[in-house]
């Protein structure tokens, strides 16, 4: 077994542990394996081990990745989710080449994807980026204007409004982690509840990460994003 494949098991092995903890049914949280900075060749590991769903946060290594990962294996059927920052000018390569946005944070993002979503793909899968702590450098609409953002989101053409997607900043403790996932949660519930046409396949919380998954899996995530506890540590290039 590689070294990613074992990764790969040690992780699944966490979040079921982690459902069991809370209740819930092994299955009702997705992997989103987080490749950025890995280069095709990881990713082939991973989906060799059966994983299917991975996130980049850098839009044109996202795109090469996509590239090569699809000239390698053109009969692997993986599916792509952009979760970092989106500037207006880069929407277009995004909406060619991905199936899954987590980091819509502003309406002119989004009418921007769903304008240059090419006609013969599926629907873009959007997520809504919230602030849900607040962190005054980060990106994500704030909570109080979430619904708004989803509901504009959910308007338009060539776009599924499909949940919410949070990053808080890094708490070392359970409890911590777990008080302000819990705050993710509570929004994400109080726009399911509101049983609108437009949201009729919101069903998404995209939290959790390597070091916080079980506190996101307690709270009730339904996708966490694991790239360190898949692939190992990242080495950045010089910005
Ligand atoms: C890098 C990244 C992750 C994965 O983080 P790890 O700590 O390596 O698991 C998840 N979500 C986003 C938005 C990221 O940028």
Redo the contacts with the bound molecule.
């Keep these: 077994m590689t070294t990613i494949a074992n990764n790969l098991q040690q992780v699944l092995g966490r979040m079921q542990h982690a459902c069991a903890a809370a209740g819930r049914v092994p299955g009702t949280v997705g992997l ?1 394996a ?1 490749s ?1 900075t890995f280069g095709a060749d990881a990713v082939l590991q991973a989906a060799n081990a059966g994983q299917r769903a991975f ?1 980049e ?1 850098y839009i044109q290594e996202g795109v090469d990745k996509i590239a090569a990962v699809r000239a390698a294996a053109p009969a692997l059927a993986l599916q792509w989710h952009c ?2 920052p989106i500037q207006s000018n880069k929407t277009r390569p995004v909406a060619e080449h991905f199936d899954w946005v ?2 819509v944070d502003r309406l002119k993002i989004a009418e921007r994807l769903s304008a240059q979503r090419p006609g013969h793909l599926a629907a873009l899968q959007v997520c809504v980026q919230v602030n849900i702590d607040g962190g005054a450098t980060k990106s994500g609409v704030a909570p109080a204007e979430a619904l708004e953002l989803v509901r504009a989101v959910a308007k338009l053409p060539r776009l599924v409004v499909r949940g919410l ?1 949070c ?1 808080p900043d890094h708490a070392p403790e359970f409890e911590a982690q777990l008080a302000i996932h819990m705050r993710a949660k509570a929004l994400f519930d109080q726009i399911s509840a509101l049983q609108e046409p437009g949201l009729a396949q919101f069903d998404t919380l ?1 939290l959790g ?3 916080d ?1 079980e506190a996101a899996i307690q709270a009730g995530s339904t996708l ?8 190992g ?2 080495s950045y290039p010089a910005a």
């Design positions: 989103l987080v950025k996130g946060n979760i970092g987590h980091t997607m990053i995209s990460m390597t070091a998954l966490v994003r694991v790239g360190t506890g898949i692939f540590g990242r």
